[in-house]
């Protein structure tokens, strides 16, 4: 996280509660199947990123469908605009009635904290981030790195010019894990290839992604993996504006994240051929954790003052085969059984 973000956070901590950029508050204890009303409180982008929070309302949507819940009625989400509605939000999820607020993404890991020791009788989920020594907080981690790895294994068997590229929100530890599995996967398989990386200090700004992957496609990257949030739609679309004027057989490729993207990857070559650019994706099951930890804490099994942590071992992560080709996907697969049997340990920084 940047410095900026924190000074701005840190701003929003001493803010008064105001009801702050969400989609919509309690009124009423809902009356569905539970007793227990749950909430998000979104650090950037809205649920409909086509990624990381998208995930986490659909796993919290599943769980309340499975309990009578819906939006409004048991289980909401709170959007930040900006770092200084972090703090309003949370609050506004306490006083809505929400029991279990779940905080998406770890941009807000100290308005988490904070919101946490100021009310001690709300359960809070922080997922991608740690906040240790706190009962009412329970921490979700991923193993991202694992992913990618593998999501660099399929770049480099894929890339024909030996030059892929990886491009990435604002730097911190958690998206380190993605361009140090991707650079280690992609060089196990050949050990020269040149691997860009870039950040692009924002999750938000699209049109910078797409000047970014423009420039990384031009210098003869073939194959980009973006971790950058909506920054990332940028780069799919200078994808697609680029094989548009190919042949398909001289398409560039995209790595999708966090979800499984290849629905955002159809086009029609220069050649009329109707393809898709997406090679793989780096799937977090980011909605399969909200909806663990929400039943954990519905049977009274909240696990406060833990890390939960998600992996290829557990299906907490995985790679979407999208595109990639049989000699491609076979050498994903072995890799995945190293991981998985500690043959292979990925570094996550």
Not at 85 to 109: C, K, P, Q, R, W
Not at 213 to 225: L, N, Q, R, T
Request: proline share 1%.
């Amino acid at each position: 996280m940047n410095k900026r973000i924190f000074a701005l956070a840190t701003v929003a901590l001493a803010s008064v509660i105001v009801l702050a950029g969400c989609g919509g508050r309690n009124t009423e204890r809902s009356q569905g199947k539970t007793d227990l009303n749950a909430a998000l409180v979104l650090g950037n982008d809205g649920v409909d990123d086509r990624s990381f929070n998208q995930s986490a309302w659909e796993g919290l949507q599943a769980w309340g469908k499975d309990n009578g819940l819906s939006k409004g009625k048991g289980i909401n989400y709170f959007q930040s605009n900006s770092p200084a509605e972090f703090t309003s939000n949370f609050n506004s999820a306490v006083s809505g009635g929400y029991d279990l607020v779940f905080s998406i993404g770890f941009v807000l890991h100290e308005a988490t904290s904070q919101a946490a020791q100021n009310n001690p009788d709300t359960k809070f989920a922080v997922i991608d981030s740690v906040i240790e020594g706190k009962d009412n907080v329970v921490s979700a981690t991923f193993a991202d790195q694992q992913s990618a790895y593998l999501a660099g294994v399929a770049a480099a068997k894929t890339s024909k010019t030996n030059h892929v590229g990886f491009i990435g929100g604002i730097k911190s530890d958690v998206l380190a894990a993605f361009e140090t599995g991707f650079t280690a996967g992609a060089k196990s398989v050949s050990p020269d290839i040149k691997v860009d990386v870039q950040y692009a200090q924002s999750f938000t700004d699209a049109g910078k992604g797409k000047t970014m992957a423009s420039a990384m496609y031009a210098s003869g990257a073939d194959v980009i993996y973006q971790a950058a949030g909506s920054v990332g739609t940028g780069l799919f679309t200078e994808a697609k504006n680029l094989n548009e004027t190919r042949k398909e057989e001289d398409k560039v490729w995209v790595v999708g994240v966090d979800q499984d993207q290849e629905y955002l990857g159809g086009y029609t070559s220069k050649d009329g051929k109707k393809s898709n650019f997406v090679l793989v994706s780096t799937v977090k099951e980011v909605g399969n954790a909200v909806k663990d930890i929400a039943n954990r804490t519905e049977k009274g099994k909240f696990p406060g003052g833990e890390n939960l942590k998600y992996d290829l071992s557990n299906g907490g992560v995985t790679l979407a085969r999208d595109n990639a080709s049989d000699e491609a996907w076979k050498a994903v697969e072995a890799a995945k059984a190293d991981i998985v049997s500690g043959k292979i340990e990925v570094p996550a920084k």
